[in-house]
């Protein structure tokens, strides 16, 4: 079955530490690859993805990703958080149309 | 460039009531999907519309049904309204070309209440 795994239901930081969310997942072949983040009562907003080529993805806000096939993981890296980075972060993976996604990370960041 | 847009931003609705919820898709975009998204989860996929028609549908009941305008702007339309469909309900636009989609750019939402 397609699934998506974000381990991680909190994530609590401090300003300026390093960031990294968790994403593995479960399909058939090598799906597209998704990071969205979600502010409180919004839509989602792409920060990166991955279709092919160079596995190591740069995005906007600072954060890259690196897909790793034999982990079949996609996780999220931020090297020096700030306050505006908190918010609820999904991953999603999938093909042509439709796109599966994991339950999401809420990130907290600690003065 | 005009991003995705949808509307009514909020809606509180009553159990067996029908409703109709709106996505204006963005500038030169001609794909649309609908996704559900529940307190506290990770959005589940409707369908989508592609050319006006359904392209491909997630785990939903008849009772959900779509539209796609020749414009591209696209409706959903939920007869029946149960308590547990109560949502934010997002509208994401793309491109799709030689068959092949890319990448999902979404609305902000409509949050529907079912009392």
């Known amino acids: 079955a397609q699934s998506v795994t974000q381990p991680d239901i909190h994530i609590t930081v401090s300003e300026g530490a390093s960031l990294e969310l968790r994403c593995n997942y479960s399909?058939?072949?090598?799906?597209?690859l998704f990071w969205y983040v979600q502010s409180p009562g919004q839509g989602l907003q792409l920060l990166l993805k991955?279709?092919?080529?160079d596995t190591l993805v740069q995005g906007i806000k600072g954060f890259e990703a690196e897909f790793k096939r034999s982990q079949s993981s996609f996780n999220l890296r931020k090297p020096s958080v700030h306050w505006s980075d908190a918010a609820e972060y999904f991953c999603?993976?999938?093909?042509?149309?439709?796109?599966?996604w994991g339950a999401g990370t809420k990130l907290i960041i600690k003065p | 460039e005009t991003g995705v847009t949808q509307s009514p931003t909020h809606l509180i609705k009553t159990r067996g009531q029908q409703v109709t919820l709106r996505c204006s898709s963005q500038s030169g975009h001609n794909t649309v999907s609908w996704y559900q998204q529940a307190l506290g989860q990770g959005p589940q996929f409707i369908f989508q519309?592609?050319?006006?028609?359904?392209?491909g549908r997630g785990n939903f009941p008849p009772r959900f049904s779509g539209l796609q305008f020749p414009n591209y702007s696209s409706e959903l339309n939920v007869n029946a309204l149960e308590l547990d469909d109560s949502a934010l309900y997002l509208c994401?636009?793309?491109?799709?070309?030689?068959?092949?989609?890319?990448?999902?750019?979404f609305g902000p939402g409509t949050r529907l209440l079912v009392l």
């Open positions: 991955y279709f092919s080529g």
């Open positions: 999603a993976v999938g093909s042509n149309y439709q796109l599966i």
């Open positions: 519309y592609y050319r006006e028609e359904e392209n």
């Open positions: 399909y058939g072949a090598t799906p597209y």
């Open positions: 994401a636009s793309s491109v799709t070309s030689g068959g092949r989609g890319e990448t999902q750019y």
